[in-house]
C-alpha cells in the first residue's frame, strides 16, 4: 500500500507476511532536499536513498533479524552497491563491547569483521540504543556506520525519548551546523497595511528625471521596496512546523509528565518507577485521543451550507494522512549525476536554452528570420506603428489586471504592490517605463 507522510518521501522494502521473519526498512526523506532512491540488488532488509544536503550523500537503512543467518559477503555486496560518501543505519542485533555491550557474541564479531574488512568507521559511543521492557535492561543493537571520507563532518547523539518504541532514535547530524536550510521569507500580503504602503510608496518626479535611466530605475525599486518592509510583515525564514489543530495545553502538560516520569525510571530502572511511568504514558494517550475527537467534532460542527467542498476535503485529507507531496529529485543527464539545486537550475536552463535556439528551427523558418532580421527598425519614426509608440495609462492598469499573481522577479517587486500605488505614482511609473522604451536601454540592473 503507497506510504504517505505530509512533507516526507519514503523509500521502502516490506518482507512477506506469510514469512516467519520479522522486520522490514523505510527511509523518510525530507522534501525540502533533493533526494532520490537507490536500487539495491540485495536479499537483506536494507532500503537506500541518495540525498542533498550540503553535498550528496548516500544514506541505507538495514535491519538484521536476531535469529537469522547473515552471509559475510551479502553484508561486503551491499556496502560495494553504496556511492560515496554513505551512512549506514540500522538495528544490527549484534552485542559487543566496541559499541558498549557487556559482552560480544557471535553477531557482534561479525558486525565488528564486516567494519574491519571494508574499512568503515562505527560513530556509535557507549550510550545505550534500546529498552528491554521485560528484562528493564539497556543495550546497543542500533548502529551507525558511516564511510571514512565523512568521519569528521558528523556528530553522533542518542535520543532521551523512546517516543512510545522500545528503541532510542539515533541522531547524525553535521558538526557545522552554521549551514542550517532556511526557507526564504517572504511577504504576508493577507496582513499588509495597505495605507501605509501607498502612502510611503509614492515616486516622485525627480526620482524618473535622473539623467542615468538605470539611476531612475533603481529609485522606483527601492522606494516601493522600503515601503513594503515597513507596512508589510514577512514570514519567518525558520522551516516551517505543521501545527495539530488537536494540541493543547493538557497534551502538552501531560507529554511533559510522561518525560518526567521516563527519566525517573531511567536512571532507576525500578518496579515502582516503571509502573509509573505507564501510568503517565496512558493518560497522555488517553488526554491526547480525546482531544482528537473533540477537534474533530468541533469541525464537523463548523461545517455549514456556505462551506466549501475544498476545505471539507482539505481536513479529510489531513486527518487521513493525505498530503500534497512537492519531491526534489537529483537529476541524471546520461552519465552524469546532478544533486545541487543550483547545478539542477542550470542543466534545466541549458535545455530550455537549446530548444529555443536556432538549431532547434526549420530552414523555411531560419531563412525568413535571416530576411526579417535584414531589415532596421525604426524607433525615431513618426508614424504610428505598433511598436515604436509610448505606452499610456490605461495599457499599464490592464496589464496588473490580468497579471497573476506569480512569484516577483529580482528586484522583489510582486505585483500587487503596483497595484495599491495612487495615480500619481503610477504615473511616473509609465514614464520611467517610456524612458526606457525611448532610450532603448532594455537591460537594467534589477530588471
Known sequence: MPFKIRGYNSARKDIDSGNNISGGVCILTSNLYPSSPL??????????????????????????????VINQQELNNLVDQLPKPFLLLGDFNGHSTLWGSGSTNSRGRQIEKFISDNCLCLLNNEE????????????SLDLAICSPDILPLLNFTVETDLYNSDHFPLIVSHADSGGA?????????????????????????????????????????????????????????????????????????????QKRRWNIFRRYPTTENLVAFKRARANARRIRRQSQRDSWIRFI????????????????????????????????????QYSSPADIVNIIGQSFAKMSSADSYSPT?????????????????????????????????????????????????????????????????VISINRIWIEQKFKLNGM
Open 301 to 336: 460542527s463548523s461545517i455549514t451550507s456556505s462551506t466549501s467542498s475544498s476545505q471539507i476535503w482539505k481536513k479529510i485529507k489531513a486527518a487521513n494522512g493525505i498530503y500534497k507531496e512537492f519531491p526534489l529529485p537529483v537529476l541524471h543527464t546520461g552519465n552524469t
Open 181 to 257: 536550510t532556511h526557507c526564504p521569507p517572504r511577504y504576508l500580503f493577507q496582513r499588509a497595511d495597505w495605507t501605509g504602503f501607498t502612502q510611503l510608496a509614492a515616486i516622485t518626479r525627480s526620482m524618473v528625471s535622473t539623467p542615468d535611466i538605470t539611476e531612475a530605475v533603481q529609485n522606483i525599486i527601492d522606494c516601493l521596496i522600503n515601503a513594503a518592509n515597513k507596512t508589510i510583515p514577512k514570514s519567518s525564514p525558520r522551516l516551517r512546523k505543521f501545527r495539530r489543530p488537536w494540541w493543547n495545553e493538557a497534551c502538552r502538560d501531560s507529554h511533559k509528565e
Open 39 to 68: 536500487s539495491l540488488h540485495s536479499s537483506l532488509q536494507a532500503v537506500a536513498v541518495q540525498v542533498y544536503t550540503r553535498t550528496l550523500v548516500t544514506v541505507c537503512n538495514i535491519y538484521l533479524p536476531p535469529h537469522a
Open 365 to 429: 523558418f531560419l531563412a525568413t528570420k535571416r530576411r526579417a532580421e535584414h531589415i532596421p527598425l525604426n524607433f525615431r519614426t513618426h508614424r504610428h506603428l505598433p511598436y515604436n509608440s509610448q505606452f499610456k495609462m490605461s495599457e499599464l492598469k490592464k496589464a496588473l489586471n490580468d497579471a497573476h499573481d506569480t512569484s516577483p522577479g529580482p528586484d522583489g517587486i510582486a505585483y500587487i504592490l503596483l497595484r495599491h500605488l495612487v495615480l500619481s505614482t503610477s504615473l511616473q511609473s
Open 128 to 139: 545505550k540504543t534500546y529498552f528491554h521492557e521485560p528484562s528493564r535492561t539497556f543495550h
